[in-house]
């Protein structure tokens, strides 16, 4: 049975789905996500994960991609981004525009900072302002958005950001 589903949207109506499932037959799993994927033909990703845990954290646990691309696309006006089912993005594209044009209009950073983004998750705040400091931070506990955020920045040109992975408390 199914225990919780993920989906994330992209502004093109491209969809990136996650399936939990308590445990699994496999011939009926397989069978299933079929279904499901010739049901709904915008998803572009589609990621299955089994969680037997009490809770329903799922970032820990192994993704497995059941078909499409391992990313979906998106991007925040001068940044492209590859999103993978790991990584945390702001789900309203649209306001995270008009949030972060606000970090960097009270930011008035003048390009001589040093900024650290703290939770960057895959980096999305982070690359957004990096055209207005020196150099730019990251720290997320997460290493597979830790990973979205280094593609993301090579996918950008964006030379001027370090990922780390790592609890920010330490």
């Known amino acids: 049975c199914i225990r919780q589903v993920m989906i994330r949207t992209n502004r093109k109506g491209e969809a990136l789905i996650i399936l939990t ?3 699994i037959e496999e011939d009926l799993l397989h069978d299933f996500l ?23 954290f799922i970032r820990d646990l192994p993704m497995y991609l059941f078909s499409g691309q391992p990313q979906l ?10 999103i993978g089912p790991k990584s945390f993005f702001q789900t309203n594209t649209g306001q995270a525009e008009n949030l972060y044009d606000v970090i960097v209009d ?3 950073l003048q390009g001589t900072e040093n900024v650290y983004d703290l939770y960057t ?4 705040i982070a690359l957004y302002i990096a055209k207005n ?9 997460v290493q597979e958005a830790i990973d979205d955020a280094a593609v993301n920045a090579a996918l950008n040109g964006i030379e001027n950001c370090v990922f780390y992975a790592g609890d920010v408390k330490n």
């Open 21 to 23: 499932f308590y445990e």
């Open 133 to 141: 400091a020196r150099q730019v931070v990251g720290i997320e506990e």
């Open 73 to 82: 696309e998106e991007n925040l006006r001068h940044v492209n981004f590859k």
């Open 106 to 108: 009270f930011a008035d």
């Open 121 to 124: 998750g895959l980096g999305s």
């Open 34 to 56: 079929r279904q499901v994927q010739e049901a709904l033909p915008q998803i572009v990703s589609l990621y299955f994960c089994i969680n037997k845990k009490q809770n329903d």
